[in-house]
């Protein structure tokens, strides 16, 4: 059986033996993707697209209400949960049509 020093030499030896074949792999898949590159003319810009068409936009940002209570002034996108105050009115029988913007 190996000693405690030898096992921990094994495991740095192998940590070291991984981390070479990671730059390695990761070598040879930059030359891949450099020849795909160069074989269908293919920029930088032409990887950040999607579909044909630009990025999409900043997360984060601001979304236009889709429905608001005339009565309270609340509103919600329609992203996301419904907030509490619409629940309770369709719970009450109201339609979500009726708080449409």
Known sequence: MATLQ???AQKEALEREIELRKKQ???EAVAKVRALMDE???TVADLSMRGGAKAASKPGGKVAVK???AATGDSWSG???QPNWLKKELAAGRKLEDFAV
């Open 6 to 8: 030898e096992l921990l």
């Open 25 to 27: 792999d990761r070598a």
């Open 40 to 42: 269908y003319g293919l």
């Open 67 to 69: 429905y608001r209570n």
């Open 79 to 81: 992203r996301g949960l």
